[in-house]
């Protein structure tokens, strides 16, 4: 995206909105500022000031675009950004198909070292699909050599220009990768995941069998980074889409996750907080509300399976997510289910 788009939040409703985020309490939320490209905003310097004169901590997602230069990040971070995601999909003729853009894995690169000297935290977001797979332990060995140690991965969920040219993984590969993930954390990696909560029942001791590609990808790691010299262990925070996350589109459109296209209200009509709180379908979030599978399932508050993916493949925002294989431990026994399921 070049330029804005009409119907975006002024700069007053843009302020109006910080206020009420500050109205959650205490401890303040973490305002990020994404897109699109949040760069094309000359009034985003203006809303860090004030997110941060409100107590509110604040990051951006920006696109690695001409727009991206030192003197920007520098003066982002004098108005009180405390630190930037970059998308990084894998290796460079990868990276560059899913960005469409020739030249850009280096540009990347660039960005990151030119973020990272201005003092800017710097986290790596990598979109995981069938054709990068095999290529998240090159992410990694990447990340390190910048000196990056926070990682997110975005698990594919067809919706939008995701569907273009993209196939998900099997729920076995998923399981797969999100063991790994967790693996990768021993590494001295932060990893994280978006529409991905099940690695933390996997973190949690949940996990069932592992296969090939988990061995692929540690060897690869091995290859790549040596022996991991850390303890393994992934924070599990109680925070997800819905629950102490929520996202605020360009035209005020109220959602639980950037990637669940059912607007639950809006911010110029009502206040964020009343939203958030009063919302029928941000409560059965809240409450683990779910059916199939995610509804019977003891990590059902830690994890409640990806939102978005439950209504991309079903239609409702609260059914199973059908990229899990993890059968809860409440459908063996009625079903005459063998516990070699789990490990």
């Not at 909105?17 to 949040?38: Q, R, S």
């Not at 996750?257 to 964020?272: E, I, W």
Request: hydrophobic share 40%.
């Amino acid at each position: 995206m070049t330029q804005r788009l009409p119907g975006e939040l002024s700069t007053s409703e843009g302020m109006r909105l910080l206020e009420e985020m500050a109205d959650f309490g205490d401890p303040k939320p973490m305002v990020i500022f994404t897109g699109g490209d949040p760069l094309i905003r000359d009034d985003l310097e203006e809303l860090i000031s004030a997110a941060r004169n409100l107590g509110l901590r604040s990051s951006a997602a920006p696109a690695v675009t001409p727009l991206f230069t030192e003197e920007r990040m520098r003066s982002l971070r004098a108005a009180g950004l405390s630190g930037i995601s970059i998308s990084l999909d894998g290796s460079p003729s990868t990276h560059e198909w899913v960005r469409r853009s020739p030249g850009h894995f280096a540009a990347t690169l660039d960005a990151v070292r030119m973020a990272t000297s201005v003092g800017l935290k710097v986290q790596l977001n990598s979109l995981i699909f069938r054709g990068n797979v095999e290529e998240i332990p090159d992410v990694l060995a990447t990340a390190r050599s910048l000196g990056v140690d926070t990682l997110e991965f975005f698990y594919l969920v067809k919706v939008g220009r995701a569907a273009d040219g993209m196939e998900e993984l099997t729920p076995a590969e998923y399981e797969d990768v999100s063991t790994f993930l967790v693996d990768a954390t021993s590494y001295c990696f932060t990893v994280r995941t978006v529409e991905g909560p099940f690695i933390r029942r996997i973190a949690a001791g949940g996990g069932i069998r592992i296969g090939s590609l988990h061995s692929l990808l540690v060897d690869r790691a091995r290859k790549l980074l040596g022996e991991p010299s850390c303890q393994r262990s992934l924070r599990v925070t109680n925070t997800r889409d819905g629950k102490g996350i929520i996202f605020v589109a360009y035209n005020g459109d109220v959602y639980p996750s950037g990637f669940l296209p059912v607007p639950q209200g809006n911010v110029r009509r009502s206040r964020l907080v009343d939203i958030y709180r009063d919302n029928p379908l941000f409560k059965s979030i809240r409450a683990a509300e779910f059916s199939g599978r995610c509804g019977a399932c003891e990590y059902r508050d830690i994890c409640g399976g990806s939102r978005s993916r439950a209504f991309a493949a079903l239609g409702d925002p609260l059914g199973e997510d059908p990229a899990c294989p993890y059968i809860p431990r409440t459908y063996l026994a009625p079903r005459g289910i063998s516990d070699e399921a789990h490990r």
